[in-house]
């Protein structure tokens, strides 16, 4: 195991050196490496022929976006209706060991892959754009609830900053980073990046999407949204700091934040989900 470490570990630093020597000679194609390494996911996609069994017996839709798909898996249940949202290099499959507590209620539960994961189009994964499928998402089903874990726990929080008259009456956010500046940040150390290569990633962010860095925070996105939640991070997430997941609630007015330990970054947990349920499910 400490081989393969130290293995990685000299492959992602050499990348970032010859990032960084390419960027004296050729910043355009330097930032176009460095860009594609941070938005484009190396597993998570699925085929219809390899399909985890948790997704075979289920009603699936594709849905458009412009020049998009994205795929929809539907477990059938009562009028209450729960939109399950996954994170980074993953798909609608990781969803499988919490399905059982969710369908306690009776609900119908959807999930949905994100941009460039599972079933869905694409190679490029950013927050716009998934809020993007979301939005289609919530639009066509209606849902009442929605879950998101990891960077689809942060699209679920821009979704409801920007459609905040949506369907969706409660919320529910597990182990989801804050903010993008943070993001990038840790991933120049990770490669060790020159200070030109973040400069051009800021840039390339600005030009595109049209906001800066440290504009895009779930912090702030937090402070507009009024609908009750949940936000539950452990503390010893390794994937994304504890700390982001305090930042989104210390602007949320209705949220309760939830501290675990010993469950990493997954969140699966039979008693967190006991305590999401009696929050979901409650009687107003």
Not at 2 to 7: A, V
Not at 8 to 34: C, D, E, H, M, W
Not at 203 to 212: A, G, T
Request: aromatic residues 12%; proline residues 3%; hydrophobic residues 40%.
């Amino acid at each position: 195991m400490k081989i393969k470490k130290r293995i990685r570990f000299v492959i992602v630093k050499t990348i970032g050196q010859y990032i960084n020597i390419l960027s004296y000679f050729n910043p355009k194609k330097a930032l176009q490496l460095s860009y594609a390494l941070f938005s484009q996911p190396r597993i998570g996609k699925l085929t219809k022929d390899n399909l985890p069994n948790i997704l075979k017996n289920t009603t699936s839709e594709r849905l458009k976006y412009k020049d998009h798909h994205f795929q929809t898996y539907i477990w059938e249940g009562n009028e209450n209706i729960l939109l399950l949202v996954h994170g980074w290099e993953s798909n609608s499959s990781r969803w499988k060991k919490s399905l059982s507590y969710l369908q306690k209620s009776g609900s119908t539960i959807i999930a949905l892959d994100a941009p460039a994961h599972g079933q869905s189009s694409g190679i490029e994964f950013n927050v716009p754009l998934y809020t993007e499928f979301i939005n289609i998402a919530v639009k066509k089903y209606s849902p009442n609830i929605i879950i998101g874990h990891s960077i689809g726990g942060s699209a679920c929080v821009y979704h409801q900053y920007l459609f905040p008259n949506s369907s969706i009456k409660k919320m529910v956010i597990l182990g989801a980073p804050s903010d993008l500046k943070t993001l990038i940040i840790n991933y120049v150390q990770l490669l060790s990046l020159n200070t030109k290569i973040f400069n051009l990633l800021e840039n390339r962010y600005l030009e595109i999407f049209n906001f800066k860095l440290e504009d895009f925070s779930g912090r702030i996105f937090a402070s507009n949204i009024s609908i009750p939640g949940i936000i539950a991070h452990d503390k010893s997430d390794k994937i994304v700091s504890f700390d982001e997941g305090k930042k989104i609630a210390s602007r949320w007015k209705k949220v309760r934040f939830i501290e675990t330990e010993n469950l990493g970054h997954s969140m699966n947990d039979a008693d967190l989900y006991k305590e999401i349920n009696e929050f979901l499910f409650e009687k107003e």
